[in-house]
């Protein structure tokens, strides 16, 4: 199965939401890399078919999209940013209400909500009101609308935002699981989110799509360019107007910063292995 | 396509705040419609009356002629009020009355007999035993003007007096029942204020809750949805609003039959004396079957424009405020239902909320004179609205099915929003 994106553009008057964006995905989960205002869910939105490009097109392998009319959303799942869904819904009730919009056979309903629920882990919250699920319960009912169609392409917009750590890496896992067979496009401006689940990561920038490739490789970019360079408070200030400062941590003797710069900073700074932090904090710097 | 329009109808219309507001408006109508009863209808000519203490007497005496007059109109029931009439108004015109309260009248005084049986009794019964000659005369007139307008080339007079000929023909009312109740209810437009609000709770977020709960990019990625959402929420509307305006309907009907006591549900609708010139032939029942489902077609009209505005705000507040406004220009060009300018008749035809005023549209022959040819006004309302109504329908869909802002503001320019 191939997701293929061509020279896709997306304009609002005379500003660039999506310039010329191309990517090939197959089975495996993406990150979509960006900082807000960067194009992630103008291009999500593309691809679930919401929004139509102004030039390009979206082949599902190897056919427009366009043509396959309601059978390319059939193989669409989508979990939309910060979704609330129906507060005065039921979990139960907002599943069988997409269960309606998605076109499932009524016979199938019944089943097909125990499954997500229990891949979920939602089965005890299945009568509660939508309105009283806290924020995880929320993204992992929006997880179970997203694959009551079983889709081939599961498309997680921001999926992690304002979750706690365990939520987060319980929404991880459960991403993971759902990988198999299927094209996972996680967008997110949280880059451990993505990190170790990611086959691939995109990178956008303005509209563009600046940097594709998988963790390492994308790592191997900024090799011997993180530096660890340990300051007093006093200092800081200095090198954060200089370099590109990716983390700040307090030290014995003072705070370390952690620093991508093509040359040692001020010559006092201690090589780091990469991450894919510095490699976003690289680009989104230039 | 069942499925879909439940759900719909779940999450917009069965919302606590919609349930609890239909309750507490029910209790308000049934309230407005008792205290207009107690306090009396000064709207109503000659029907003034408040159910009071006071009048008591007024009010025994009042149903006990009408159990006795009402029904087939006979030459003893003529002769009876005749006698009354005349009675009173010998007694009445030397001035030599007592003005004192006594025990063989009516409504405990003389004059008061002789009001009560004027406003109450001759003067309906006169108009009744005297609307078939006086409806004859009318087609006599018109079938001259029919002969003179065709020489002088108005066609426009020529087909509206062809209009009177063919239809107020034949006329003739044989039954005398209380009408003026009948006039009442016709008339009573509070519960449409009701409908007016539990629309602006129903509708009005009904397309701008998609996009503040985010759901709208995942209905349209979905192939229901996508195909079939636009038309399921337009369904909904036009349950929501059938639901209302027969609720609402049927409530009046009872409480107005519990309090006045309806009678003659199947005497015609020109029995009235307010409808003495209407072009409809019908009974009061039919009337008011026609006045709900003009209400109906009415309330959807407007309902598909709220809808409009719900798809396309992100906020909730602004469609309220532009509906709301919608709503007082729209009943203040329905005020012109009746204008002889073309400018405000135009205005009264486009506003749907000139089919909410059905008594207005059809109390007298209103005509509208398209090309020097005669159409009833009503006609051309509801052909105008049903033709609002498909240019809506087929905006919304537009602007659901197509998200991409470049075409919304095409379209807008199109339509010169």
Redesign the interface.
Known sequence: MELRLENIKKF?GKQYALDDFSAALTEGIYGLLGPNGAGKTTLI?II?????A?EGKVFLDGIDVKQMC?SY??R?G?L??????????RSD?FL???C????IP?KCVKSRIEEVLELVNLTDSYKKKIGALSGGMRQRLGIA?AILNRPDILVLDEPTAGLDPVERIRFRNIISKLSKDKIVLLATHIVPDVEYIAKEILILRKGKLVKKGTPKALEKVVEGKVWNVVVSEGDVEKYTYKYPVGNVKRVENGLQLRIVSECNPEGVGEAAIPSLEDVFLSIMEK | MIRLTYFEIRKNYLRGYVVIALLVFLLLNIFIIYKNYVSGDSNTLGYNLPHSAKYEKWWNSYDDMHDKLSGKLTMDKVRFVVDEYNRLIAMVSDRSYSTEEQEDTYTGYIWGDYVFITKYFYRPMKYISTYESAIKQVIKNAEDNIEFYSQSGNNFDKTKNQFIKEHYSERKVSVFYNSKVWDILFKYSFSDLLIILLMFLGIVPIFVNEKVSKMEPLILSSRKGRINMSFVKVFSVLLYIVFLVSFFSSINFLVFKLLYGLSGIEMPIYAIEAFQYTPLNCSVGMFYVLQILLKALGFFVFGMWICIISALFQRVIYPYLISALSMVVGIYASGYVASIETIKTILALISPFTLLSSNRLFNELLAVNIRDIFYLRAHVAIIIQVCIMVFLYFLIYTLISTKSLGIKKKLFMKVGV
């Open positions: 609002y939105n679930i078919g919401a929004l139509e102004n309601t959303l059939n669409i989508y939309p940013q910060d979704p609330t869904f129906y507060k005065n819904f009730e069988k209400y997409m309606a919009i998605k076109d009524a609308q």
